[in-house]
Protein backbone atom coordinates (compact mmCIF):
# COMPACT_ATOMS: atom_id res chain seq x y z
CA UNK A 1 0.00 0.00 0.00
CA UNK A 2 3.23 2.27 -0.39
CA UNK A 3 1.00 4.11 -3.23
CA UNK A 4 -0.56 6.48 -1.36
CA UNK A 5 -0.40 10.11 -3.26
CA UNK A 6 -1.20 13.44 -2.40
CA UNK A 7 -1.69 15.51 -5.45
CA UNK A 8 -3.34 18.61 -7.43
CA UNK A 9 -5.10 16.57 -9.83
CA UNK A 10 -8.12 18.62 -9.89
CA UNK A 11 -9.87 20.55 -12.54
CA UNK A 12 -9.49 24.03 -11.92
CA UNK A 13 -13.33 24.51 -12.37
CA UNK A 14 -14.24 22.11 -9.95
CA UNK A 15 -16.67 23.35 -7.54
CA UNK A 16 -15.56 22.84 -4.02
CA UNK A 17 -18.29 24.48 -1.62
CA UNK A 18 -19.05 27.44 -3.88
CA UNK A 19 -15.83 28.62 -5.02
CA UNK A 20 -13.67 26.59 -7.97
CA UNK A 21 -10.14 25.79 -7.63
CA UNK A 22 -8.48 28.41 -9.42
CA UNK A 23 -10.19 30.87 -7.03
CA UNK A 24 -8.73 29.48 -3.91
CA UNK A 25 -4.87 28.59 -5.92
CA UNK A 26 -2.53 28.92 -9.01
CA UNK A 27 0.16 26.87 -9.92
CA UNK A 28 0.11 24.99 -7.11
CA UNK A 29 2.29 21.76 -7.28
CA UNK A 30 3.62 18.71 -4.82
CA UNK A 31 7.15 17.82 -5.76
CA UNK A 32 8.84 14.89 -3.53
CA UNK A 33 6.82 16.47 0.29
CA UNK A 34 7.15 20.16 -0.78
CA UNK A 35 4.09 21.64 -1.75
CA UNK A 36 4.60 25.01 -3.97
CA UNK A 37 2.19 27.40 -5.73
CA UNK A 38 0.16 30.23 -5.05
CA UNK A 39 -2.99 30.83 -2.63
CA UNK A 40 -5.53 33.77 -3.20
CA UNK A 41 -6.85 35.35 -0.46
CA UNK A 42 -10.43 34.66 -0.05
CA UNK A 43 -12.72 36.74 2.27
CA UNK A 44 -15.93 35.16 2.58
CA UNK A 45 -15.80 31.29 2.13
CA UNK A 46 -18.06 31.04 4.98
CA UNK A 47 -20.52 27.75 2.72
CA UNK A 48 -17.34 25.75 3.92
CA UNK A 49 -15.73 27.18 7.02
CA UNK A 50 -17.53 28.97 9.55
CA UNK A 51 -16.20 32.08 11.95
CA UNK A 52 -12.94 32.89 11.72
CA UNK A 53 -11.88 30.02 9.58
CA UNK A 54 -13.87 31.69 6.85
CA UNK A 55 -11.15 34.14 5.84
CA UNK A 56 -8.12 33.28 4.55
CA UNK A 57 -5.87 31.01 2.61
CA UNK A 58 -6.88 27.68 1.24
CA UNK A 59 -5.06 24.67 0.12
CA UNK A 60 -7.20 21.89 -2.76
CA UNK A 61 -5.39 18.85 -2.69
CA UNK A 62 -6.69 15.16 -3.83
CA UNK A 63 -4.93 12.41 -1.44
CA UNK A 64 -5.61 8.60 -3.04
CA UNK A 65 -3.71 5.26 -2.86
CA UNK A 66 -4.39 4.16 -6.39
CA UNK A 67 -5.66 0.69 -7.57
CA UNK A 68 -6.39 -0.05 -3.65
CA UNK A 69 -9.38 -0.52 -2.51
CA UNK A 70 -11.34 -0.05 1.22
CA UNK A 71 -8.34 2.18 1.93
CA UNK A 72 -9.09 4.89 4.94
CA UNK A 73 -7.43 7.99 4.49
CA UNK A 74 -6.76 11.11 6.66
CA UNK A 75 -5.50 14.04 5.79
CA UNK A 76 -4.75 16.38 8.72
CA UNK A 77 -3.32 20.09 9.01
CA UNK A 78 -3.96 21.32 12.47
CA UNK A 79 -7.10 19.05 12.72
CA UNK A 80 -8.51 16.51 10.56
CA UNK A 81 -9.71 16.89 7.06
CA UNK A 82 -13.06 15.79 5.54
CA UNK A 83 -12.05 13.81 2.11
CA UNK A 84 -15.06 14.26 -0.09
CA UNK A 85 -16.16 11.02 -1.58
CA UNK A 86 -12.90 11.69 -4.96
CA UNK A 87 -10.38 12.22 -1.98
CA UNK A 88 -10.27 16.10 -2.49
CA UNK A 89 -10.43 17.97 0.76
CA UNK A 90 -9.71 21.50 1.30
CA UNK A 91 -7.89 23.19 4.24
CA UNK A 92 -7.52 26.61 5.49
CA UNK A 93 -3.52 27.05 5.84
CA UNK A 94 -2.73 29.91 8.64
CA UNK A 95 1.05 29.40 8.85
CA UNK A 96 2.99 28.02 5.95
CA UNK A 97 5.75 28.18 7.65
CA UNK A 98 4.92 26.45 11.11
CA UNK A 99 1.86 24.08 9.47
CA UNK A 100 2.43 20.72 7.59
CA UNK A 101 0.38 18.18 5.73
CA UNK A 102 0.01 15.02 7.09
CA UNK A 103 -1.24 11.80 4.79
CA UNK A 104 -1.96 8.32 6.43
CA UNK A 105 -3.66 5.87 4.86
CA UNK A 106 -4.65 2.64 6.24
CA UNK A 107 -6.37 -0.54 5.54
CA UNK A 108 -7.17 -3.44 7.69
CA UNK A 109 -4.20 -6.26 7.46
CA UNK A 110 -1.74 -3.69 5.95
CA UNK A 111 0.83 -1.60 7.72
CA UNK A 112 -0.27 2.59 7.67
CA UNK A 113 1.72 4.44 5.14
CA UNK A 114 2.38 7.92 6.64
CA UNK A 115 3.58 10.78 4.58
CA UNK A 116 4.18 14.47 5.99
CA UNK A 117 4.21 17.57 3.63
CA UNK A 118 5.54 20.86 4.08
CA UNK A 119 4.27 24.63 3.29
CA UNK A 120 7.24 26.64 3.40
CA UNK A 121 7.00 26.86 -0.39
CA UNK A 122 3.46 28.41 -0.62
CA UNK A 123 2.75 32.21 -1.21
CA UNK A 124 -0.08 33.47 0.55
CA UNK A 125 -1.37 36.25 -0.92
CA UNK A 126 -2.94 38.90 1.84
CA UNK A 127 -5.94 41.10 1.43
Do not use: W
Not at 12 to 24: H, N, Y
Amino acid sequence: MSGLTLDTDIAADEDLFGLTVSDLQSNVAISGNAITGTLHYIDDYSTAFSGDEAEGNYLAIHASVPDVDDVTITVTVTNPVTLDPDGICVCRIRDKSTQTITVVASKEGYASVTKVYTLSGLTCETE
